[in-house]
């Protein structure tokens, strides 16, 4: 069965804290995925990743900054939380960036106080 | 860059209604793939469609590329309260995925 988990499912922290949201997936998937979710808005891409050390921003990738050392792994950081990035973060992972089904995790709801 | 448009935003049905969410592309497209994510969970894959006016059907669902391959749709036939989620779409242009903002359908027994 295949298996995306995520660090955290609920997060609270302050403004100005670093916040690190964690990924992994067993699928042994080349890419992987950093989505936030807000109401109305859908899904929108913060930054995807083809393959270990290697990153490209997606639609809104200010402020936000990402970590991909091993092949399973895909952290997502925020340097200096913001009450902007309050929301819901899914992660997910693929075999291609476009043509293969995305699997996600379960989301991290990050509230930022 | 591709900008891809969901419709309606909304739909509140009564059980046993007919129910269909639109999705239109400003750039032909590679392909297109459904998503549901229930209420409380997270995006879980339905289908993709590839080629031009591709009709593929899944027990009451019917999926929709239009021969332009610029726009798809997801026909629910006679809902039921089992169905009750956010649909989204996500469509490919090369190598780049956008996701529509979804349709909510909530249905009333």
């Known amino acids: 069965d295949v298996k995306v988990t995520q660090s955290s499912r609920y997060l609270v922290k302050r403004t100005g804290e670093k916040v690190f949201l964690e990924c992994v997936q067993d699928?042994?998937?080349?890419?992987m995925f950093w989505y936030r979710q807000d109401p109305g808005l859908g899904l929108r891409l913060i930054y995807f990743?083809?393959?270990?050390?290697?990153?490209e921003k997606g639609d809104i990738p200010e402020g936000y900054s990402v970590s991909r050392e091993k092949k399973e792994r895909f952290s997502l950081i925020l340097e200096s939380a913001s009450t902007n990035q309050t929301s819901m973060y899914l992660c997910?992972?693929?075999?291609?960036?476009?043509?293969?089904?995305?699997?996600f995790g379960p989301g991290t709801r990050l509230t930022v106080t | 860059g591709q900008q891809v448009m969901q419709i309606p935003q909304y739909q509140h049905v009564q059980e046993g209604e007919d129910f269909t969410t639109y999705c239109n592309s400003s750039?032909?497209?590679?392909?297109i793939q459904w998503y549901k994510q229930r209420p409380g969970g997270h995006p879980v894959f339905l289908i993709q469609?590839?080629?031009?006016?591709e009709v593929k059907k899944q027990k009451r669902l019917t999926f929709q590329f239009g021969e332009a391959k610029k726009n798809s749709s997801l026909h629910i036939t006679a809902t039921q309260t089992t169905d009750v989620g956010t649909y989204f779409c996500a469509a490919a242009d090369n190598n780049d995925m956008r996701f529509g903002a979804g349709t909510r359908l909530t249905v009333k027994p």
């Open positions: 990743s083809y393959d270990v050390k290697m990153k």
């Open positions: 469609l590839v080629k031009s006016g």
């Open positions: 699928m042994d998937h080349e890419n």
């Open positions: 750039t032909t497209l590679s392909n």
């Open positions: 997910a992972s693929s075999f291609g960036i476009s043509s293969y089904e995305q699997y």
